[in-house]
């Protein structure tokens, strides 16, 4: 096992970075027998949740579910070209996106704390809420590889094209973070609405973000901003 190290951000970066409304371009849900919407994932084709105690899939064309597994699904989901990630209470289950079958488990860096999970080169990025960390996670034991430290509750991870993205909740405000992946410093910020939460984040590969929308039990799609993507 590597040891890990911490890369922390400066909360004056806040006030340096480039800030402009979120465009929420469409809401899906909410579904039916999910309590409320955590993680979410995009396969190439379908959008998953995770809804409590169901982890789901729906067409974000059509909107309509496609696929529904009864397992816990509390924070967290993610996929790696071929399998399913899920956090479920203090690990992160290893899933068949075709049978719903649980491959292997590991534990959780946070113990029960974490939200949000994303793939990328290689490994597991977890977002640890309250603790305001991101870790970098080998992706089979479960061992912490790095860490960022961030200034907001996250709550939502996402890489798209070497930007890494994060998702934030405290009080009545939620927005969607780029962060630097090397120095955590802040650099730019898309502000939801008003009592509009990010519970879950993940980009599709090109324009969009999907949002897990916490207990309203929605996911809502979100602009990518246009710079971002030159």
């Known amino acids: 096992m590597s040891s890990s190290k911490t890369t922390t951000a400066n ?12 465009e929420i371009v469409r809401e899906y849900g909410p579904f039916e027998g999910a309590t409320s919407v955590g993680g979410v994932t995009h396969d190439g084709r379908r959008v998953w949740a995770a809804g409590g105690a169901k982890l789901l899939a729906f067409d974000p064309a059509s909107g309509e579910p496609e696929r ?8 967290g989901t993610a996929f790696d070209g071929t399998h399913l990630y899920q956090i479920a209470e203090a690990r992160i289950d290893k899933i068949d996106p075709a049978t719903g079958q649980v491959l292997a488990s590991i534990p959780s860096p ?13 490994s597991l990025w977890v977002g640890q809420y309250r603790d305001r960390k991101i870790h970098q996670i080998d992706p089979a034991t479960g061992a912490i590889r790095r860490t960022i430290e961030c200034t ?6 996402t890489w798209v094209d070497g930007e890494l993205w994060h ?9 969607l973070r780029r962060i630097d992946p090397q120095s955590g410093a802040l650099l730019e910020r898309l502000e939801m609405p008003r009592d509009v939460g990010v519970s ?3 980009s599709d590969g090109a324009d969009l973000f999907y949002c897990g929308g916490g207990g309203s039990g929605k996911v809502r799609a979100v602009r990518r901003p246009r710079a971002a993507r030159a």
């Open 110 to 122: 946070g113990g029960g704390s974490d939200s949000g999970l994303t793939w990328a080169e290689g």
């Open 11 to 22: 909360s004056s970066d806040t006030a340096r970075a480039t800030t402009r409304p979120a």
């Open 152 to 157: 907001r509750f996250v709550t939502g991870v």
């Open 68 to 75: 529904v597994f009864e397992r816990a699904a509390d924070a």
């Open 167 to 175: 998702g934030t909740w405290e009080g009545d405000e939620s927005d």
């Open 200 to 202: 879950g984040l993940e």
